[in-house]
């Protein structure tokens, strides 16, 4: 008799199923264990808080093994369209949708910041504690009194959002997880054109850049803002490697002006720019059209049509930069022939263009960034306080590797009666900073030839892990990044390995876990694997027996 296969093929709906069911466990035991506001907070000890606990591990080591299993449909012979993946993400989102706030109160500091900028205060100089009212008390109590370091992009839309929810806290937290879902709508579009674009397969793409635990726990039931700021990025890069450099420069630096690690997104920019300058002399997103008048040059530089008065005014700025720093006649080689034409390019911008297409595009991208972001601040009215609220403060308890080697170092110093103590902490976080520099130098200069948004993705990852703060969500924008341009499968699955791992690492209230929290999230863990194993055990069973078998 034909021994049965212990690793029966897996089915995308099998997955849909499991994970939807992990993903409603999480948000039934949210109601109870999540970041709830102030007055609906259960004591940690009730038999309703710790039921919640163990329901939100339930289902979370569900949604993990579903998303698992899944991607070895992704890599298996008949893999999941990017459609039906795409549905898979509706499907697990949708019950986190209706959530309370999961694994962290940032959300209701989004919601207070935006009421303070719709009431007019100035939010890069002063704290939550500014405003009072309920939504203050929501506040965690280190961020109460801190300046925002968020840009005048994502401040614009949770004003948008106090202003249309009155500043009502359900209300606005809904309004800034509909924001979160917008930038979720983006990283979803932009994943499978990147990933043609870095030849990577789209469907894997998605299946470890949008449907992973961090994105739906994070990003969906976290409302944080990383979404709009990779959804952004994630568009921009994509249209840098369409050929349309001015509009990705743009967006990329709409995405630096909602957090500012995605500035890096602009030397990727310049990269492909300055590529596509020096292999054909003519950026590719401009028509190769023989530049013979003054009207062929503007329409060449126009674009995409903008029909807003600001953009039409910004696009008027990034023409006049433009036409000095890039004139549009073809470089001549010995493959292009010269094209006839009456326009007379000075020849020492040709050959500063043709000798140096990385300071071409370089200039260009800082320009277009400047006008961007000159005309963003002036639309928002926030102004430039943003420059100096970027250094924010770390939380004491905060688990990144320097930070974490600070406190040791510094309980090892007082322990010896060291005056220096009070320095390990500062020099750790510097140490951290120059190993950051350090290997996105590397990273650059190893892949930026050929893999530029790869090594964007390894050089966003370097930052969040060797920051002085680190949160499980800051991954994201790297992994983003290495699931659409990740050269190697090993790559792809060490990334999917730290996802199922960091996803387990947060209690769903955002607070720090006690002994007997610890037990109940384990419990609910095993509980899932016990499920999961009996679950496999049944389909393992054949539907009959055959006739005659001795089994």
């Given at each position: 008799?034909?021994?049965?296969?212990?690793?029966?093929?897996?089915?995308?709906?099998?997955?849909?199923?499991?994970?939807?069911?992990?993903?409603?466990?999480?948000?039934?035991?949210?109601?109870?264990?999540?970041?709830?506001?102030?007055?609906?907070?259960?004591?940690?000890?009730?038999?309703?808080?710790?039921?919640?606990?163990?329901g939100v591990y339930f289902g979370l080591v569900l949604l993990i093994a579903a998303w698992w299993m899944l991607g070895r449909a992704v890599r298996g012979p008949g893999p999941p369209?990017?459609?039906?993946?795409?549905?898979?993400?509706?499907?697990?989102?949708?019950?986190?949708?209706?959530?309370?706030?999961?694994?962290?109160?940032?959300?209701?500091?989004?919601?207070?910041?935006?009421?303070?900028?719709?009431?007019?205060?100035?939010?890069?100089?002063?704290?939550?504690?500014?405003?009072?009212?309920?939504?203050?008390?929501?506040?965690?109590?280190?961020?109460?009194?801190?300046?925002?370091?968020?840009?005048?992009?994502?401040?614009?839309?949770?004003?948008?959002?106090?202003?249309?929810?009155?500043?009502?806290?359900?209300?606005?937290?809904?309004?800034?997880?509909?924001?979160?879902?917008?930038?979720?709508?983006?990283?979803?579009?932009?994943?499978?054109?990147?990933?043609?674009?870095?030849?990577?397969?789209?469907?894997?793409?998605?299946?470890?850049?949008?449907?992973?635990?961090?994105?739906?726990?994070?990003?969906?039931?976290?409302?944080?803002?990383?979404?709009?700021?990779?959804?952004?990025?994630?568009?921009?890069?994509?249209?840098?490697?369409?050929?349309?450099?001015?509009?990705?420069?743009?967006?990329?630096?709409?995405?630096?002006?909602?957090?500012?690690?995605?500035?890096?997104?602009?030397?990727?920019?310049?990269?492909?720019?300055?590529?596509?300058?020096?292999?054909?002399?003519?950026?590719?997103?401009?028509?190769?059209?023989?530049?013979?008048?003054?009207?062929?040059?503007?329409?060449?530089?126009?674009?995409?049509?903008?029909?807003?008065?600001?953009?039409?005014?910004?696009?008027?700025?990034?023409?006049?930069?433009?036409?000095?720093?890039?004139?549009?006649?073809?470089?001549?080689?010995?493959?292009?022939?010269?094209?006839?034409?009456?326009?007379?390019?000075?020849?020492?911008?040709?050959?500063?263009?043709?000798?140096?297409?990385?300071?071409?595009?370089?200039?260009?991208?800082?320009?277009?960034?400047?006008?961007?972001?000159?005309?963003?601040?002036?639309?928002?009215?926030?102004?430039?306080?943003?420059?100096?609220?970027?250094?924010?403060?770390?939380?004491?308890?905060?688990?990144?590797?320097?930070?974490?080697?600070?406190?040791?170092?510094?309980?090892?110093?007082?322990?010896?009666?060291?005056?220096?103590?009070?320095?390990?902490?500062?020099?750790?976080?510097?140490?951290?900073?120059?190993?950051?520099?350090?290997?996105?130098?590397?990273?650059?200069?190893?892949?930026?030839?050929?893999?530029?948004?790869?090594?964007?993705?390894?050089?966003?990852?370097?930052?969040?892990?060797?920051?002085?703060?680190?949160?499980?969500?800051?991954?994201?924008?790297?992994?983003?990044?290495?699931?659409?341009?990740?050269?190697?499968?090993?790559?792809?699955?060490?990334?999917?390995?730290?996802?199922?791992?960091?996803?387990?690492?947060?209690?769903?209230?955002?607070?720090?876990?006690?002994?007997?929290?610890?037990?109940?999230?384990?419990?609910?863990?095993?509980?899932?694997?016990?499920?999961?194993?009996?679950?496999?055990?049944?389909?393992?069973?054949?539907?009959?027996?055959?006739?005659?078998?001795?089994?």
């Amino acid at each position: 008799m034909p021994s049965i296969r212990l690793r029966l093929p897996v089915e995308p709906r099998h997955c849909q199923l499991v994970g939807l069911v992990g993903s409603a466990a999480l948000a039934a035991g949210g109601a109870s264990a999540g970041a709830l506001p102030v007055r609906e907070v259960l004591d940690p000890g009730s038999g309703r808080a710790a039921l919640g606990l163990v329901g939100v591990y339930f289902g979370l080591v569900l949604l993990i093994a579903a998303w698992w299993m899944l991607g070895r449909a992704v890599r298996g012979p008949g893999p999941p369209s990017p459609r039906t993946l795409l549905l898979t993400l509706a499907l697990w989102a949708a019950p986190l949708v209706v959530a309370p706030p999961l694994f962290s109160r940032d959300v209701y500091s989004y919601v207070a910041q935006g009421a303070m900028v719709d009431a007019q205060l100035d939010v890069y100089a002063y704290g939550p504690s500014r405003l009072g009212g309920p939504l203050t008390a929501e506040v965690a109590p280190l961020w109460r009194d801190t300046p925002t370091p968020y840009g005048p992009v994502f401040l614009a839309c949770a004003s948008a959002v106090a202003g249309v929810t009155r500043a009502q806290m359900s209300t606005g937290v809904f309004g800034m997880r509909l924001v979160a879902l917008l930038g979720l709508g983006l990283m979803a579009a932009a994943l499978p054109r990147l990933a043609r674009h870095c030849g990577a397969d789209p469907a894997a793409a998605l299946w470890l850049g949008a449907l992973n635990p961090l994105v739906l726990l994070h990003l969906v039931a976290g409302a944080h803002n990383d979404a709009v700021m990779l959804g952004l990025m994630g568009t921009g890069l994509v249209a840098a490697l369409g050929g349309r450099p001015v509009p990705a420069t743009v967006l990329v630096t709409l995405a630096a002006l909602v957090k500012a690690p995605a500035a890096l997104g602009l030397v990727a920019v310049a990269l492909i720019w300055a590529r596509s300058i020096g292999t054909t002399g003519v950026p590719t997103s401009w028509p190769r059209t023989t530049p013979g008048s003054a009207r062929d040059r503007r329409s060449a530089l126009s674009g995409p049509p903008l029909r807003t008065l600001p953009a039409r005014l910004l696009l008027r700025l990034l023409r006049l930069l433009l036409l000095r720093l890039a004139p549009l006649r073809p470089v001549r080689t010995s493959r292009m022939p010269p094209a006839p034409t009456t326009l007379r390019t000075p020849r020492t911008l040709l050959t500063l263009r043709a000798r140096f297409p990385r300071l071409t595009a370089g200039l260009a991208v800082l320009g277009v960034c400047a006008a961007t972001t000159t005309a963003t601040t002036a639309l928002t009215g926030t102004g430039y306080g943003w420059l100096a609220a970027l250094d924010t403060p770390v939380s004491p308890g905060n688990w990144s590797l320097t930070s974490t080697l600070g406190r040791m170092t510094t309980t090892l110093l007082k322990d010896a009666g060291s005056a220096l103590a009070p320095l390990a902490a500062p020099t750790w976080h510097l140490l951290g900073l120059a190993a950051t520099a350090l290997a996105t130098l590397l990273a650059w200069r190893r892949h930026h030839a050929l893999r530029p948004v790869y090594a964007l993705g390894l050089s966003l990852t370097a930052v969040a892990l060797l920051g002085p703060a680190i949160r499980p969500w800051y991954v994201l924008w790297g992994l983003f990044l290495i699931a659409a341009a990740g050269p190697v499968r090993s790559v792809r699955r060490s990334a999917a390995a730290a996802s199922g791992v960091l996803a387990l690492a947060v209690l769903p209230s955002g607070f720090a876990p006690d002994g007997a929290q610890l037990t109940q999230a384990v419990s609910g863990g095993l509980l899932a694997v016990a499920a999961l194993w009996c679950a496999h055990r049944i389909a393992r069973r054949p539907a009959h027996r055959p006739l005659g078998s001795t089994a």
